[in-house]
């Protein structure tokens, strides 16, 4: 018997792009403002759980 073989679509090529994209976002430093607000919440959250 002869199986039929799908013919694969080249997803390589946006999966490359995408992976590149996500290393230039890591790769950016965090600014700042961001930073404060992540302490500010990172300390209302332990204030609640400690309770």
Do not use: F, G
């Not at 018997?1 to 290393?23: F, L, Y």
């Not at 230039?24 to 759980?49: C, D, G, W």
Request: with cysteine; hydrophobic share 30%; glycine share 0%.
């Amino acid at each position: 018997m002869a199986t039929k073989v799908k013919p694969v679509q080249p997803t390589e090529i946006k999966d490359k792009n995408i992976a590149r994209q996500v290393i230039e976002q890591i790769r950016k430093p965090i600014p700042a403002s961001v930073y404060r607000r992540h302490e500010k919440l990172k300390k209302t959250i332990e204030r609640m759980t400690c309770k």
